[in-house]
């Protein structure tokens, strides 16, 4: 069990670590900008808003908003609970919880696949994909109508579930693509060190939102989850700082992170259906596919 734990936060740490890597770039830019006190603000006070308000609360705010009916004690330590009640509201909650996840992580890796900028890791298939970006929203349309028909027949509520994925990664987008275009302006701007900390908050809320959902690939455990992504967290802060040029070097990094996005929504839409996936799984699939494109060479 220990093992399993330790195993689990490990890969959550660097799952979360290596997808907020943009987020780290949009921070070290922003913060070059800012006074030596606001800097030292954010990596204090930072890190605790990071950590406890928006990785603690949101895995804990997902679980009760899914299990209704359990108190807000019991959908912070359900997965550790040995009441029949709470397993039970758990186990009937969670297809609906990983089929929205995984829609969300599947349509974040083939937005990236078909429509970013990006260094072609593996560049046969990724150039192929970037010169077809027009056939993204063609796929994404085709893959959630198959998937909710499938969904539908084992439960209406997981159908329902594959829609919000959907439709929260579209929200999420929006934002992300506001950002970009706020941190450009910021740069180029005279604004206030409380109004770029500000937006470093938001921006972290925003982006936190896949690390979150990533994390349920791993484990249904809000206290798990809260400690593997909150030191995840900690650690992009630390690169914020000191070595985001030598982090910039690893220019697959973002790929090793959207295809390990890509496996994981794909275990959490077969668990949603049912398929019964080794813990293990998801943390060692993590640790092979970063690995890979870490040391992979330019």
């Known amino acids: 069990m220990w093992l399993s734990a330790l195993l689990t936060i490990i890969g959550l740490s660097i799952f979360e670590a290596i997808s907020s890597i943009d987020n780290a770039i949009i921070n070290a830019e922003v913060l070059s900008t800012m006074s030596r006190k606001a800097r030292k603000w954010f990596l204090l006070w930072g890190i605790l808003i990071a950590v406890f308000l928006i990785r603690g609360v949101l895995p ?62 593996l560049p046969r298939a990724e ?65 206030s060190d409380l109004s770029k900390l500000l937006f470093l908050e938001i921006i972290d809320a925003t982006f936190s939102i896949d690390g979150v959902l990533g994390a349920f690939a791993f484990t249904l455990s809000v206290p798990l ?48 259906f049912g398929y019964s996936i080794p813990e293990y799984t998801s943390p060692l699939a993590t640790f092979l596919i970063i690995g890979f494109f870490f040391f992979k060479k330019n």
């Open 127 to 191: 150039r192929f994909f970037m010169k077809n970006g027009v056939w993204f929203y063609a796929t994404v349309s085709i893959l959630l109508a198959v998937v909710t028909w499938f969904a539908i027949r084992e439960n209406n509520m997981m159908g329902f579930g594959a829609v919000m994925g959907s439709t929260l990664f579209f929200i999420t987008h929006g934002f992300k693509q506001s950002a970009e275009e706020d941190e450009k302006k910021l740069m180029n701007s005279t604004r």
């Open 60 to 121: 804990w705010a997902i679980i009760w908003g899914f299990n209704p009916s359990l108190g807000p004690v019991q959908a912070f330590t359900a997965a550790w609970s040995g009441d029949p009640s709470v397993h039970e509201s758990i186990v009937k909650s969670a297809p609906i919880l990983l089929i929205a996840g995984g829609m969300f992580l599947i349509f974040l890796f083939l937005h990236w696949l078909f429509l970013e900028d990006k260094k072609f890791g």
């Open 225 to 272: 989850i809260l400690i593997g992504n909150g030191l995840g967290a900690i650690l992009v802060r630390q690169l914020t700082v000191g070595n985001i040029e030598r982090i910039k070097k690893y220019v697959y990094l973002k790929n090793g992170a959207m295809y390990s996005i890509l496996v994981l929504g794909i275990i959490m839409l077969l668990q949603s």
